[in-house]
């Protein structure tokens, strides 16, 4: 049996004050614990008192050990970091460690945007392949692509989805502790919401609201790669070329966002106003991901942007990391 940990240090209290509010937010913040831990029994015995933080204080604990990786490090920064913005935010003064050992990752793939002119043939093939009595398919997916495309979901949140997450009356969908284990609220078109509920009426009529939405024929989740195998069917279907570079089936999402993005230009749309709308949409932590979709649809329509890159430029990045699916 594991002997529960003691907290030690001056920092004690606020420590696990600051755990119980990042919990109450939706984290799970394992990991962090963990690390608060070690950090509380270096502040003991390191002796230091009072509630404070200082640079010389955290750099000895997050750069003292040559044998750390880089990763080590910037998990660190991050953990001190949230935990120092607390203490200034709760009325105390401390330093606030900065993130600079984060491994920077970009994507090689250029992402596949699909044209109006793809996105008719997709789902033409979606709703004409030939029918099957071995899968659901022709039932499910005519309706999973298009809430793929019209809300921009990640497959792995689509694939969770219950029948209690949805709300016909106000046309929601509720994601349940998605990427970053944060829950949101996802609106739906008039039409979207129409299919969900043919499709509930149509397989999940005696069902309780416990099950999975688009669930597979033996009543389970379905498989991403199940639907993986289908989409590359139906791109084959429809005619579109697939290569190594996709398109893939999170391309769908990546289409979604581009298009809004698109949509709010021409309309004369303030970005720096719809940006925030968009990050929330989609389950972004922050802007970085939202804004390499402004990059992106800034280089596949720049007839469209330049009217508008003298006021909004500096919303603009030269280049951010890709929101990946997970």
Not at 29 to 42: A, G, M, V
Not at 119 to 145: C, E, G, H, M, W
Not at 235 to 245: D, E, K, R
Not at 252 to 272: M, P, Q
Request: with cysteine; hydrophobic share 30%.
């Amino acid at each position: 049996m594991t002997t529960p940990y003691e907290w030690k240090s001056d920092l004690k209290e606020v420590i696990q004050s600051y755990l119980s509010e990042m919990r109450m937010s939706g984290f799970k913040f394992n990991r962090q614990e963990r690390e608060l831990k070690h950090f509380d029994d270096y502040y003991y015995y390191s002796g230091y008192a009072g509630i404070k933080l200082t640079r010389p204080m955290i750099d000895n604990y997050i750069y003292d050990s040559v044998f750390d990786s880089q990763s080590t490090y910037y998990f660190k920064e991050r953990v001190l970091n949230g935990f120092g913005t607390y203490l200034n935010n709760h009325g105390y003064k401390g330093y606030i460690v900065p993130i600079k050992s984060r491994i920077k990752k970009r994507s090689a793939h250029i992402p596949y945007i699909f044209t109006k002119e793809d996105l008719q043939k997709l789902f033409l093939a979606i709703d004409s392949y030939p029918k099957t009595n071995y899968t659901n398919r022709n039932t499910i997916d005519p309706v999973l692509f298009r809430l793929l495309y019209g809300s921009g979901l990640r497959i792995s949140e689509a694939l969770n989805l219950k029948c209690e997450d949805y709300d016909y009356q106000s046309s929601t969908l509720t994601i349940r502790k998605a990427k970053n284990n944060k829950d949101r609220l996802v609106p739906v078109s008039e039409s979207l919401n129409i299919r969900i509920s043919e499709l509930i009426e149509d397989i999940h009529k005696l069902d309780d609201g416990t099950t999975i939405l688009f669930m597979s024929t033996t009543g389970g989740k379905l498989d991403k790669s199940t639907v993986y195998c289908r989409y590359r069917d139906y791109l084959l279907y429809a005619g579109i070329p697939h290569t190594v570079n996709g398109p893939r089936l999170h391309d769908i999402r990546h289409t979604y966002a581009v298009r809004c993005l698109k949509h709010w230009v021409l309309s004369g749309d303030e970005l720096t106003n719809v940006l925030p709308y968009l990050a929330a949409y989609m389950g972004h932590t922050d802007f970085r991901a939202t804004q390499y979709y402004l990059r992106l649809t800034a280089d596949l329509y720049p007839d469209i942007l330049e009217k508008t890159e003298a006021a909004f430029g500096y919303v603009i990045p030269k280049g951010c990391d890709l929101d990946e699916e997970e």
